[in-house]
Structure formats: C-alpha cells, structure tokens
C-alpha cells in the first residue's frame, strides 16, 4: 500500500541552528512529493513540490528539500532555523492521478 | 496566492444534533474540493472528494449518511455532520485545487461534540 512515513514525531532545535526533517514513502513509481507547514489557526501551506528533474529542491521561507530515489526519502531541510520556523511539518505524496497522502507529522519546536 | 476559507472556525454542538461547516475558495473557482479530517496529534486523512455538480466521492469507512456534503457552487462545499457524536469531534479541513492543481488549504474547524 502507498504510505508516507515522517519518523521523528517531535524534534527541538535551537534558533539558529540547522534542521533536517525525515520523510520517506513506499510507492510502485516515484510520486509527486510535497512539503507543507501548519501553524495553528492557519491552514497547511506548501513549501516546496518535487514532480521530477533537479532532485534539491528549492522552496519558501529558506527551505530546501532532497529527493533521493535509492532511499525512497525527501528530506526537508534549512541551514538556519527562526523562532517562527516552529510548527507542525507534513510530508505528502500522491501518484498522477491519485489522491494526496499526508505522513504523520513532524512537530518543530524552536528554542532561543 | 489563492485563498481558501472555512465558516465556523469552531463550533460546539450538542450530541444528536447537526452542524454544517462551509469551505469557500475566494479568488479561484473549483469543481473539486476535499475534505480532511486531523486526529490530535495525527496525520490528515481524506473523508472525500466533493465535485461541483455531482455527488461526493467518498473514502472507505466514511458514512457518506453521516457526513453529507454539498458542491454547491464553484466556490463553496459544505460538509454537514448529522446526528453529532462525541467520536466526531475532530479537526476537519478543506482543500481546493486550482487551475495548476496546487492545493489550497482551510484554515480548518475545530468540532466539540457535547
């Protein structure tokens, strides 16, 4: 079956400091892969899609993300994370024509 | 960037009653909308696809009798829960795509069933 998979429930990181955030999927094919951010009171906005090409992905707010296809991963990643980086990060996938499969979630809380 | 909205952003309702909640996309027209359910703490979980004209898509294990939805226009689906149960209390999101297919999702509505 189609899952995504975001190992770390929660991590912490200090201001400043850089951040890497799993997620690896199990598809037949290489989906469409996406990165949102939820913050509370706000709905999920995309950070960055992967379809095919260029396999480090540019996104917004200073995020970048890698596919890698012999890992089956797309690991989200910033070089210096912000106070208001903390939010709650979801993987997603989805196949052509198929629906949107989130993975669990990973809650980012920022310390000063 | 386009603008998705839900109406209530929070409700408490009264076990064995309805509520409707109204999902609106402001600047883009939409003939698909989904509808998400959040469990604290848990991932988002398509209940089902509403389609502008047609009757919604639902996904297995989803009572379509409890969870009616409504494409009513290009811009607006609602999804009414009926008869209330405390089990129902949840984070229920919509999402639209646009013309490029990127999704736009609602700030989401918070259910207390009492």
Not at chain 2, 16 to 20: A, D, E, F, P
């Given at each position: 079956a189609q899952s995504v998979t975001q190992p770390d429930i929660h991590i912490t990181v200090s201001e400043?400091?850089?951040?890497?955030?799993?997620?690896?999927?199990?598809?037949?094919?290489?989906?469409?892969?996406?990165w949102y951010v939820q913050s509370p009171g706000q709905g999920l906005q995309l950070l960055l899609k992967y379809f095919s090409g260029d396999t480090l992905v540019q996104g917004i707010k200073g995020f970048e993300a890698e596919f890698k296809r012999s890992?089956?991963?797309?690991?989200l990643r910033k070089p210096s994370v912000h106070w208001s980086d903390a939010a709650?990060?979801?993987?997603?996938?989805?196949?052509?024509?198929?629906?949107l499969i989130f993975g669990t979630g990973t809650r980012l809380q920022v310390f000063p | 960037g386009a603008v998705v909205s839900q109406h209530p952003s929070r409700v408490i309702c009264k076990s064995?009653?309805?509520?409707?909640i109204e999902c609106r996309s402001l600047d883009f027209q939409a003939t698909t909308m989904f509808w998400y359910r959040?469990?604290?703490?848990q991932s988002l979980m398509l209940m089902a696809?509403?389609?502008?004209?047609?009757?919604?898509?639902?996904?297995?294990?989803?009572?379509?009798?409890?969870?009616?939805?409504?494409?009513?226009?290009?811009?607006?689906?609602?999804?009414?829960?009926t008869s209330a149960h405390p089990e129902d209390s949840s984070f229920y999101i919509c999402s639209a795509p646009d013309i490029t297919e990127e999704q736009y999702f609602g700030p989401g509505t918070r259910l207390t069933v009492t």
């Open positions: 400043g400091a850089s951040l890497e955030l799993r997620c690896n999927y199990s598809y037949g094919a290489t989906p469409y892969l996406f890992q089956s991963s797309f690991n709650e990060y979801f993987c997603a996938a989805r196949s052509f024509t198929d629906k | 064995g009653t309805s509520v409707k959040q469990f604290p703490k696809t509403s389609n502008e004209g047609s009757k919604a898509t639902y996904e297995q294990g989803v009572e379509k009798d409890k969870f009616l939805i409504n494409h009513a226009s290009l811009t607006l689906s609602t999804l009414t829960v």
